[in-house]
């Protein structure tokens, strides 16, 4: 069964940076993208960007341009997402998902707070 | 593309139906004639879940009282009696262009 399990929850400085790991499971890695979605506190969803496993072919949303970045390891069927220059609004549960006929299957989050 | 819901908050009486808007500031039909629209669902403490896909295909395993229709910049997603386990708050989201973008959400609560 497909499956995305993400890495556990992060605690970071402002301005440090977290990277947050996504391992895919139970179907063909390099046919489908990876995107990834983050959900603020009570707010709602806002897609930041998406990956494609092989040809690395990479987009990201305009308010995260030059500050995230999306990688993959296709080895260990593995997609990552890494923020830096991260600042307190940047705390967020972190999503990613597998785009087929929409985004079917998603992981279970990674919470990820920025504290001083 | 901005997308805009409505309403924000759907108070319904379970067995009653439901119907939620989503407008898009340019249009989502493709050459190809279909939609990229999307509906999802997200439930309390869950990650969100596809509804549908391409303006009105319901995804695997989604019960057959959820419906999308529409075209163009409009879309309507219906329930058509509501039951319990469809609090939570939906989402449309489109994918026509490359950069993603959803619309806030609409929360579906119980009366």
């Given at each position: 069964q497909v499956q995305l399990v993400q890495s556990g929850a992060e605690v970071k400085r402002p301005g440090a940076s977290v990277k947050v790991s996504c391992k895919a499971s139970g179907?063909?890695?390099?046919?489908y993208y990876i995107h990834w979605v983050r959900q603020a506190p009570g707010q709602g969803l806002e897609w930041m960007g998406r990956i494609h496993?092989?040809?690395?072919d990479t987009n990201y949303a305009q308010n995260f341009q030059g500050r995230v970045t999306m990688t993959r390891d296709t080895s260990i069927t593995t997609a990552y997402m890494e923020l830096s220059g991260l600042r307190f609004d940047d705390s967020a549960v972190y999503y990613c998902a597998r785009a087929s006929?929409?985004?079917d299957f998603w992981g279970q989050g990674t919470l990820v707070t920025v504290s001083s | 593309i901005v997308m805009t819901q409505s309403p924000l908050s759907l108070p319904v009486t379970p067995g009653e139906p439901a119907s939620i808007s989503c407008r898009s500031s340019q249009s989502l039909l493709h050459t190809n004639r279909y939609n990229y629209l999307d509906w999802y669902l997200q439930k309390p403490g869950q990650s969100p879940q596809l509804?549908?896909?391409?303006?009105f295909n319901r995804a695997s395993?989604?019960?057959?009282r959820f419906s999308g229709s529409g075209s163009g910049t409009n879309f309507t997603l219906k329930i058509s009696r509501v039951e319990a386990e469809d609090v939570g708050v939906y989402y449309c989201m489109q994918t026509?262009?490359?950069l993603y973008t959803f619309g806030q959400g609409t929360k579906l609560e119980i009366k």
């Open positions: 179907y063909t890695f390099a046919g496993p092989t040809s690395v006929e929409g985004l | 509804l549908i896909f391409l303006g395993g989604v019960p057959g026509l262009q490359t």
